[in-house]
């Protein structure tokens, strides 16, 4: 065969597909065209090494997804072209959406730091390779007229890179340089603007003299500092307690964090550069940074980045999100000055426009925290049906998903649900991603809470496309993000709303999407004392798990007046204002509040995450495990056991970071013989893990190791994370099922 159509179907836009298709046909000596359609690449060729040729283009470029290669002959009296031509970009299938932003190559930055290139010391450059790809577009196709790059004509230097076939930045949507492209600017937090020849290097001057800056990156702003002005910042912010995120270089990890592994440094340096929890070499140093034994760290991912790093003295950069804990990130530098002029003494800051916000991506242990920069979009191949489906997500950590044409495909990080901002936020990114993928919802899925915000947003959206509504468990949407096969489901997280119209947040679901998941053990059923007061104030949860006197004698002893004592007493014994949870997130904190180390949470996951930092340095002692039963056959486990036993070892005198680890050891050991009684119950031989609980390296571990010592396989979701940020394509995954069975 020496001619044919090549049809190349994935997420073949925005990574260069056209100018690596041109390259390879140089090299076997092709002759024909290529033109991207959506999704697709459609690739006339001629030649007589056309099956080499067919055989390079269908491993695709190094950021391409390749989802199918079709060949067929063409069609008769086909002109023959003298040459091999890119064409114009038409729209067409849109199955394979849009990369995620991709972290500045090593050839761009061996430019941006090469005096001799015309792109040294230009913040802004990139390639086909590396750079903005979601953050940007605003249209599919990919092309420069349908980003944020259309405002940037480029000069003839980057018309002629543009152009030139076996240059690397041939048909790169994002080129630009000095000349052309988008301009830094450097003003005061009041919005004076600062006259200087070097923006970069008077910036990091300010940085290293204590100054806190504002700083607009790929999909939003940070603000940062360096580490002796971070315990201004956090007071500023009003996050005391909160850890803040670093920015370093790589040859300065050794000296705040425990060595990476192989892998963890693969992708600290690779196309993503998450943020990757890691240890710090010493627990108690760099208490400014975080109270906790660990660090979140991230290494340059911009030229501008790398830039500032060149001028700047400090071997760190504090870099957290300008916005509030949970809200969108801020994009545009007025809201900046509006919002956040108070508390920077600067802001940095670029002109080219952010279309997509999007958050850092988080990593712990290789496993996802929050799905976002790098990771997000996140696409998986998916047989669903032929229903299009829209699933809005939960309410914290939220974000969403779709589903259309045998693909999945879940927005990066939203935020919590809970204020009007992100709930514009998450209509938006719907919004965003109906159009780039010409979704119409036929199928909208949903939490099963009434209340959620997320949920109102549903039904709003289920009548404007006509679509049928499908609401789903929370904690059943955590596991079917992880399989859809009949597996043991551990669902362990801080709330969400179950059956009975109670909190759950400790369970074992058995079966799968299609068949339905039975409740076959959960933790012990406590109550809140003073509802979401119990989550702020875990001392109110200690006495909800263990109302009794030496209780109210430990708060006594703390400060508690015989008035609030009294009145949290009757609180509980008359169930007023006490709803009912199984949360292991509550268990926790009530562990926390009873060690003293946390008793107050300013922040979410404070107390668990408190108690975690106390239980590395301990060592778990033996405890009894008690498990009943309940009224409907469901295995329980005691949490109040634990505790009481957790109480006694206070009074036996044992160190705070032993009873920390042995209350961690105990709750796992128990989740895990809860799940190991299932399996014994329906013959189902795999467990499945998920719920923001799972992050605790020592309590995931402990649930694992201790099913596989029965000889039961656990799996994880590898590509979500185990908090909420899967609870989307749990939702949408199920209500796909539901509606291949005709059971929707």
Same mark, same amino acid.
């Given at each position: 065969?020496?001619?044919?159509?090549?049809?190349?179907?994935?997420?073949?836009?925005?990574?260069?597909?056209?100018?690596?298709?041109?390259?390879?046909?140089?090299?076997?000596?092709?002759?024909?065209?290529?033109?991207?359609?959506?999704?697709?690449?459609?690739?006339?060729?001629?030649?007589?090494?056309?099956?080499?040729?067919?055989?390079?283009?269908?491993?695709?470029?190094?950021?391409?997804?390749?989802?199918?290669?079709?060949?067929?002959?063409?069609?008769?009296?086909?002109?023959?072209?003298?040459?091999?031509?890119?064409?114009?970009?038409?729209?067409?299938?849109?199955?394979?959406?849009?990369?995620?932003?991709?972290?500045?190559?090593?050839?761009?930055?061996?430019?941006?730091?090469?005096?001799?290139?015309?792109?040294?010391?230009?913040?802004? /450059?990139?390639?086909?390779?590396?750079?903005?790809?979601?953050?940007?577009?605003?249209?599919?196709?990919?092309?420069?007229?349908?980003?944020?790059?259309?405002?940037?004509?480029?000069?003839?230097?980057? /018309?002629?890179?543009?152009?030139?076939?076996?240059?690397?930045?041939?048909?790169?949507?994002?080129?630009?340089?000095?000349?052309?492209?988008?301009?830094? #600017?450097?003003?005061?937090?009041?919005?004076?603007?600062?006259? *200087?020849?070097?923006?970069?290097?008077?910036?990091?001057?300010?940085?290293?003299?204590?100054?806190?800056?504002?700083?607009?990156?790929?999909?939003?702003?940070?603000?940062?500092?360096?580490?002796?002005?971070?315990?201004?910042?956090?007071?500023?912010?009003?996050?005391?307690?909160?850890?803040?995120?670093?920015?370093?270089?790589?040859?300065?990890? %050794?000296?705040?964090?425990?060595?990476?592994?192989?892998?963890?440094?693969?992708?600290?340096?690779?196309?993503?550069?998450?943020?990757?929890?890691?240890?710090?070499?010493?627990?108690?140093?760099?208490?400014?940074?975080?109270?906790?034994?660990?660090?979140? !760290?991230?290494?340059?991912? $911009?030229?501008?980045?790398?830039?500032?790093?060149?001028?700047?003295?400090?071997?760190?950069?504090?870099?957290?999100?300008?916005?509030?804990?949970?809200?969108?990130?801020?994009?545009?530098?007025?809201?900046?000055?509006?919002?956040?002029?108070?508390?920077?003494?600067?802001?940095?800051?670029?002109?080219?426009?952010? !279309?997509?916000?999007?958050?850092?991506?988080?990593?712990?242990?290789?496993?996802? =925290?929050?799905?976002?920069?790098?990771?997000?979009?996140?696409?998986?191949?998916?047989?669903?049906?032929?229903?299009?489906?829209?699933?809005?997500?939960?309410?914290?950590?939220?974000?969403? #998903?779709?589903?259309?044409?045998?693909?999945?495909?879940?927005?990066?990080?939203?935020?919590?649900?809970?204020?009007?901002? $992100?709930?514009?936020?998450?209509? %938006?990114?719907?919004?965003?991603?109906?159009?780039?993928?010409?979704?119409?919802?036929?199928?909208?899925?949903?939490?099963?809470?009434?209340?959620?915000?997320?949920?109102?947003?549903?039904?709003?959206?289920?009548?404007?496309?006509?679509?049928?509504?499908?609401?789903?468990?929370?904690?059943?949407?955590?596991?079917?993000?992880? *399989?859809?096969?009949?597996? !043991?489901?551990?669902?362990?997280?801080?709330?969400?709303?179950?059956?009975?119209?109670?909190?759950?947040?400790?369970?074992?679901?058995?079966?799968?999407?299609?068949?339905?998941?039975?409740?076959?053990?959960?933790?012990?059923?406590?109550?809140?004392?003073?509802?979401?007061?119990?989550?702020?104030?875990?001392?109110?949860?200690?006495?909800?798990?263990?109302?009794?006197?030496?209780?109210?004698?430990?708060?006594?002893?703390?400060?508690?007046?015989?008035?609030?004592?009294?009145?949290? #007493?009757?609180? !509980?014994?008359?169930?007023?204002?006490?709803?009912?949870?199984?949360?292991?997130?509550?268990?926790?904190?009530?562990?926390?509040?009873?060690?003293?180390?946390?008793?107050?949470? *300013?922040?979410?996951?404070?107390?668990?995450?408190?108690?975690?930092?106390?239980?590395?340095?301990?060592?778990?002692?033996?405890?009894?495990?008690?498990? $009943?039963?309940? #009224?409907?056959?469901?295995?329980?486990?005691?949490?109040?056991?634990?505790?009481?036993?957790?109480?006694?070892?206070?009074?036996?005198?044992?160190?705070?970071?032993?009873?920390?680890?042995?209350?961690?050891?105990?709750?796992?050991?128990?989740?895990?013989?809860?799940?190991?009684?299932?399996?014994?119950?329906?013959?189902?031989?795999?467990?499945?893990?998920?719920?923001?609980?799972? =992050?605790?390296?020592?309590?995931?571990?402990?649930?694992? %190791? *201790?099913?596989?010592?029965?000889?039961?396989?656990?799996?994880?979701?590898?590509?979500?994370?185990?908090?909420?940020?899967?609870?989307?394509?749990?939702?949408?995954?199920?209500?796909?099922?539901?509606?291949?069975?005709?059971?929707?």
């Amino acid at each position: 065969m020496r001619s044919g159509k090549i049809i190349i179907r994935g997420i073949v836009q925005g990574v260069g597909f056209r100018p690596f298709v041109y390259a390879c046909a140089e090299k076997y000596n092709i002759r024909g065209t290529v033109i991207n359609h959506g999704s697709e690449v459609e690739i006339s060729a001629f030649g007589e090494k056309f099956e080499e040729f067919r055989e390079t283009v269908s491993k695709g470029p190094k950021m391409s997804v390749i989802d199918s290669v079709e060949v067929e002959p063409l069609h008769s009296g086909a002109h023959e072209p003298k040459d091999f031509s890119i064409l114009q970009s038409k729209d067409g299938a849109r199955s394979g959406f849009i990369p995620s932003d991709i972290a500045t190559c090593d050839k761009c930055l061996e430019d941006v730091t090469n005096p001799k290139s015309r792109y040294y010391g230009y913040w802004a /450059t990139s390639c086909t390779d590396c750079g903005p790809r979601y953050s940007i577009i605003k249209a599919v196709p990919y092309d420069r007229e349908r980003t944020a790059m259309e405002e940037f004509p480029p000069c003839s230097d980057c /018309t002629k890179d543009y152009e030139s076939p076996l240059n690397r930045r041939h048909h790169a949507q994002t080129i630009a340089c000095k000349s052309c492209g988008p301009k830094l #600017s450097l003003f005061k937090g009041d919005g004076t603007k600062i006259e *200087t020849d070097d923006i970069i290097k008077k910036a990091a001057e300010l940085l290293d003299a204590g100054n806190i800056m504002a700083v607009r990156g790929v999909g939003g702003f940070h603000i940062c500092c360096v580490e002796n002005t971070a315990a201004r910042l956090k007071k500023l912010l009003g996050r005391l307690n909160q850890s803040l995120a670093v920015m370093m270089k790589e040859e300065s990890l %050794e000296d705040f964090v425990v060595t990476p592994s192989a892998s963890e440094l693969a992708l600290l340096k690779g196309p993503v550069h998450p943020i990757m929890i890691l240890d710090k070499l010493d627990a108690e140093a760099h208490f400014e940074l975080s109270q906790l034994h660990n660090l979140g !760290v991230m290494l340059p991912y $911009t030229a501008l980045h790398y830039l500032l790093f060149q001028k700047l003295k400090s071997p760190l950069l504090v870099m957290t999100s300008a916005n509030a804990p949970g809200t969108p990130m801020i994009t545009e530098t007025k809201v900046i000055f509006e919002k956040m002029g108070n508390t920077v003494d600067y802001v940095l800051t670029h002109n080219r426009e952010i !279309v997509n916000r999007c958050d850092d991506s988080v990593v712990r242990d290789g496993y996802l =925290i929050r799905l976002s920069r790098g990771f997000a979009p996140l696409r998986t191949k998916f047989d669903l049906g032929a229903k299009q489906i829209l699933g809005v997500g939960p309410e914290l950590n939220a974000n969403s #998903s779709i589903y259309k044409d045998g693909f999945l495909i879940t927005s990066p990080h939203i935020g919590n649900i809970r204020n009007p901002q $992100t709930v514009a936020y998450l209509e %938006e990114t719907i919004e965003k991603l109906t159009n780039l993928t010409g979704l119409v919802p036929e199928i909208i899925a949903h939490d099963l809470h009434p209340q959620f915000l997320s949920t109102r947003a549903a039904h709003e959206l289920a009548e404007k496309y006509d679509a049928v509504l499908c609401p789903v468990q929370h904690h059943r949407a955590h596991i079917a993000s992880v *399989t859809t096969e009949n597996v !043991v489901g551990i669902a362990i997280d801080g709330v969400g709303y179950g059956d009975d119209a109670t909190i759950w947040g400790g369970e074992i679901l058995s079966g799968s999407p299609e068949l339905g998941y039975e409740r076959t053990g959960h933790l012990e059923p406590v109550v809140m004392p003073g509802g979401d007061l119990a989550t702020k104030f875990p001392e109110r949860m200690l006495y909800g798990i263990l109302p009794n006197e030496d209780t109210l004698v430990l708060l006594q002893s703390r400060g508690w007046d015989d008035v609030s004592l009294r009145v949290l #007493s009757q609180t !509980v014994s008359k169930k007023f204002n006490c709803p009912v949870t199984t949360s292991t997130g509550r268990v926790l904190d009530a562990a926390a509040a009873l060690l003293g180390i946390c008793r107050e949470r *300013t922040y979410d996951g404070e107390p668990s995450m408190t108690l975690e930092a106390f239980a590395e340095r301990g060592v778990a002692q033996p405890a009894e495990i008690v498990i $009943t039963k309940s #009224s409907d056959g469901a295995d329980v486990l005691s949490t109040s056991s634990i505790l009481k036993e957790a109480a006694e070892m206070m009074n036996d005198g044992l160190n705070t970071c032993d009873i920390a680890a042995s209350v961690q050891s105990a709750l796992a050991k128990g989740i895990a013989e809860l799940a190991v009684l299932s399996v014994q119950r329906t013959g189902f031989q795999k467990t499945a893990l998920s719920g923001g609980v799972a =992050i605790n390296r020592s309590i995931r571990e402990t649930i694992i %190791e *201790t099913l596989r010592a029965n000889d039961i396989e656990c799996v994880t979701n590898p590509r979500y994370p185990f908090g909420d940020g899967c609870i989307s394509a749990g939702q949408v995954i199920t209500a796909g099922i539901l509606s291949k069975s005709e059971r929707l």
